[in-house]
């Protein structure tokens, strides 16, 4: 069980609480300005509204037909820690000042539909704020606008910014949050480009929203539904999920019985038949869920269960990372 907060944090959590509910309305959660199209059999809005108390409906895509037209240039954004998953640092020494990186961050640039390697750029960073889970885009968004800079930068200079993604994969939340700003979404914004939340593992959308559990049903609230944690999550996966294609929907703090599947804040998507685990897939900004869950699934190589983008990005930045372990260790 995590300490409680101080007081300092507890104004802090309050502080960007605020700044994000006020950002949620500027947000778009559907494709605006693609300079591609996405073109798939069937729609989430024809689709039969999903019963949040029985076990999901799942929808399998038909992902081979998909038509991906005007699309060259996808970009992944990853960060691996120094230190603990959640990028506390692992001593003392690594703490913000010393010169020494907690986290490094990575941007991957691939082409579609080779999804071969156009550019890559990796930077070493301090987080810039404490860890408060729920408000993770204030210590990434930073580092992942950092690179996107960097990138700008060095295409304008050797004339290729025609070559700046069209739509980059995070890793990490975009809708499927509990204020519905995750740090996919949250980049997306401040960047004005497209994003995509493609996150590892899931993270129950509740705190801070209308309600802070699912229950399992309306008659019984003390009866904690399997939404409510990773585990209830893992175990449904692995039952309904056994196609390639296959997924269902996350609902939000928000969720009631009626809600259709165009209120999804997410998907847990299983996108090849070997993998093992689920990814979860949300908008990020002006890229619908729909059209994320149809790149998540033309993105991802046989055999491999990330997006080609977020899987390069995740090697690329684990390798820094372990490099400066050894470079530090060998210093000792």
Do not use: C
């Not at 700046?164 to 980049?187: C, E, K, W, Y």
């Amino acid at each position: 069980m995590s300490p409680p907060l101080s007081p300092e944090l507890v104004a802090l959590k309050k502080q960007w609480t605020e700044e994000q509910l006020a950002l949620r309305p500027k947000l778009v959660f559907e494709d605006s300005g693609l300079s591609f199209t996405v073109q798939a059999p069937g729609n989430l809005a024809t689709k039969k509204p999903d019963d949040p108390y029985k076990d999901p409906r799942v929808f399998t895509e038909d992902y081979k037909n998909t038509r991906i037209e005007g699309l060259r240039y996808i970009g992944g954004l990853d960060i691996s820690f120094v230190g603990d998953d959640d990028g506390t640092p692992s001593d003392s020494k690594n703490a913000e000042g010393n010169g020494r990186p907690d986290a490094f961050v990575t941007l991957v640039v691939i082409s579609y539909p080779s999804l071969q390697v156009v550019n890559t750029i990796t930077q070493s960073l301090h987080l810039p704020a404490p860890y408060i889970p729920s408000f993770l885009a204030y210590r990434e968004a930073p580092a992942y606008a950092s690179v996107l800079a960097a990138l700008r930068t060095q295409l304008k200079d050797q004339g290729r910014e025609d070559q700046f993604p069209q739509v980059i994969m995070v890793d990490g939340n975009g809708r499927l949050h509990a204020r519905q700003t995750g740090v996919a979404s949250v980049v997306g914004f401040e960047g004005d480009v497209p994003t995509i939340g493609v996150a590892k593992n899931y993270q129950p959308p509740l705190a801070g929203g209308p309600k802070t559990s699912y229950t399992y049903s309306e008659s019984d609230p003390s009866v904690l539904h399997w939404r409510s944690s990773q585990d209830g999550m893992k175990e449904m996966t692995d039952k309904r999920l056994d196609q390639p294609g296959s997924w269902f929907g996350v609902f939000g703090a928000d969720w009631n019985s009626t809600s259709p599947p165009e209120d999804y804040v997410g998907a847990a998507l299983r996108p090849v038949p070997t993998a093992k685990n689920p990814i979860f897939v949300s908008s990020g900004h002006r890229v619908s869920l729909q059209t994320a869950i149809h790149l998540a699934l033309a993105l991802t190589r046989p055999g491999t269960r990330l997006p080609e983008p977020i899987q390069l990005a995740d090697g690329i930045s684990r390798k820094a990372v372990a490099k400066f372990k050894a470079q530090n260790h060998s210093r000792r």
